[in-house]
């Protein structure tokens, strides 16, 4: 007897008695189907990357270094293609505000003023089913102007007009996540294309015709193998609903230090999607830690808040984004402002305006286009550092960089810098990666701690310094050697003081001690975890 034939849907195995508020609606049966048709002609294809980024990884642990691709000069050498145009509504990108697609944040962003709002399904979302479905229910109601939110307050939320609002580009979830709720042949499908195409099945179309999109982000590459399948994917999404091709625009997070080295080829990859690149900092030194990590002292990276962007090696790599996304017509978007204001506390907030508008200007100065922000008060203080360089233009693409020579050792020189690891360092990096995952685990993937804003990209950074800092035997400031009793030890303390700071009551109603186990776990098992969201993802409810 033979088997039954495959179903030509994906497959919902969430329970309905847990089904998120009006599920049914993104998950039509046409919608699934498409998600099957992606996932049967493109995981195979995620797999074999994945697979790669392996072996190139065994590769680094055993050379102890990085270069450009010799195989791929060509490209590099080749001065005349170019990106295809930027749309109007991707000309001017100035600002650009961040942050996670529950209903709040979705209008708010869109109201900042800023004139992208990157929409993230990524690392600023927990992707609990709930946020999931949400985030994308919340996108297409903000489309169709049928969005509003009223807080616990009683304070109500609605959307600006038309012309005031932010135009979305969406970041979708890194390659190697997969989504348990959806499988297709009995397998999970990547998040990646969950979240690409539940988005682009239900809003290219209206976005087409709002003269908005349908417009991405593309996370966590590592490769331009991995562009080519991002491009091959647009493509196919393109014709199989009869969208125009090249409808699509993408910009990548240059986030890891592999995708650093083939800058150029990931622009030609996606020429005719493309649409920038961006400097991911944070990631971009979690990526180098996790590269590099068995790499001795050379490759010890000092305490997270001692990196700044002035540091050679991260010169290095800014510069070098904008020569390339200039010399071939692309936009160059800065980093993260983490810093947040704070409007109780004056002090907060002038710390936080004066560091803002310092990294701003740096940027506008270097040449960059545009760059992100974490809150809506801190829009006007960058606009303001483009506005100063940019005037009434919409980009500086003008600007070649041609002063820019970047040799291949000068992006992994980590040893240029002169601060150290320090105690302090490792108990905050303890202490932000603890309340992170914490709050992560409870749904919320955007968390002020610090005044700053963090997301999974922090945690990552603070368990892999950990991790490196015990596995080369680093002696800290205070003459305290780096180890895993050293760790429990602050972790221990760490966690007695969230217990005291919270009451019992609101201690045990958190997910406290799941964090403090899983930092734990990720900062100190010699097997280190390509991505401390994969166990994490096993504890999501």
């Known amino acids: 007897m033979s088997a039954p034939a495959p179903s030509p849907l994906a497959t919902v195995v969430a329970a309905p008695d847990r089904a998120p508020a009006r599920q049914g609606e993104v998950l039509t049966d046409a919608a699934l189907a498409f998600i099957a048709a992606l996932h049967r002609r493109f995981t195979p294809r995620r797999d074999e990357l994945l697979a790669r980024r392996a072996e190139r990884r065994a590769e680094i642990a055993r050379t102890g270094t990085l270069d450009f691709l010799p195989q791929t000069a060509a490209v590099r050498e080749d001065p005349d293609w170019r990106v295809a145009p930027a749309p109007a509504a991707l000309n001017d990108r100035r600002v650009e505000i961040t942050g996670p697609t529950d209903r709040k944040m979705t209008i708010n962003a869109l109201n900042s003023g800023a004139r992208v709002w990157l929409a993230d399904f990524e690392d600023a979302s927990s992707p609990t089913w709930e946020n999931v479905i949400g985030g994308q229910l919340n996108l297409i109601d903000a489309y169709e102007r049928r969005i509003d939110f009223t807080s616990e307050q009683g304070k109500p939320y609605a959307l600006k007009p038309a012309d005031e609002l932010a135009t979305v580009v969406m970041r979708p979830r890194g390659w190697h996540l997969d989504e348990r709720h959806l499988t297709v042949d009995g397998r999970p499908v990547p998040g990646a294309l969950v979240d690409f195409g539940l988005y682009f099945f239900h809003n290219a179309r209206r ?28 493509v196919f ?82 510069e070098l984004l904008v020569r390339t996304c200039h010399k ?8 993260m402002a983490a810093f947040i204001p704070s409007r109780k506390d004056p002090e907060v907030n002038e710390v936080a305006f004066r560091k803002v508008k310092a990294d701003k200007d740096r940027e506008a100065h270097d040449g960059f286009d545009g760059s992100w922000v974490a809150h809506p008060d801190l829009v006007p203080v960058a606009r303001a550092s483009f506005d100063a360089v940019l005037g009434e233009r919409p980009h500086q693409k003008d600007r070649l960089r041609e002063d820019v020579h970047v040799e291949a050792g000068e992006l992994i020189a980590v040893d240029s810098l002169e601060a150290k690891p320090t105690y302090e360092g490792l108990r905050n990096a303890v202490q932000v ?24 990209a922090t945690a990552e950074i603070s368990r892999s310094q950990i991790w490196q ?73």
């Open 328 to 335: 071939r017509g692309a936009h160059a978007i800065g980093g």
């Open 207 to 234: 976005l087409i015709d709002l003269g908005k999109g349908p417009y991405f982000y593309l996370p966590k590459t590592e490769s331009h193998l991995e562009a080519r399948l991002w491009n091959d994917v647009f």
């Open 237 to 318: 999404a393109q014709d199989h609903l009869g969208i125009p091709r090249g409808s699509v625009r993408a910009t990548v997070l240059i986030e890891t230090i592999t995708a650093a080295y083939e800058m150029e080829e990931i622009l030609y990859e996606l020429r005719e999607h493309a649409s920038g690149l961006n400097a991911g900092r944070w990631d971009y030194l979690f990526s180098i830690v996790k590269n590099f990590r068995d790499g001795g002292a050379k490759f010890v990276l000092p305490d997270r808040n001692a990196v700044t962007m002035t540091a050679p090696f991260m010169r290095a790599y800014t």
């Open 433 to 456: 990666g603890t309340r992170y995952i914490e709050a992560w685990l409870r749904g919320l993937g955007a968390v002020a701690i610090f005044n700053l804003m963090e997301d999974a």
């Open 469 to 541: 800092w015990i596995n080369a035997g680093v002696v800290l400031d205070n003459g305290r050697k780096a180890t895993a009793g050293l760790v429990r030890e602050v972790a221990a303390e760490e966690l007695a003081a969230v217990r005291a700071e919270l009451g019992p009551d609101a201690f045990a109603a958190g997910r406290w001690e799941e964090a403090h186990d899983l930092l734990l776990k990720v900062a100190l098992d010699e097997d280190y975890a390509d991505f401390l969201t994969l166990p994490a993802y096993e504890l999501l409810g």
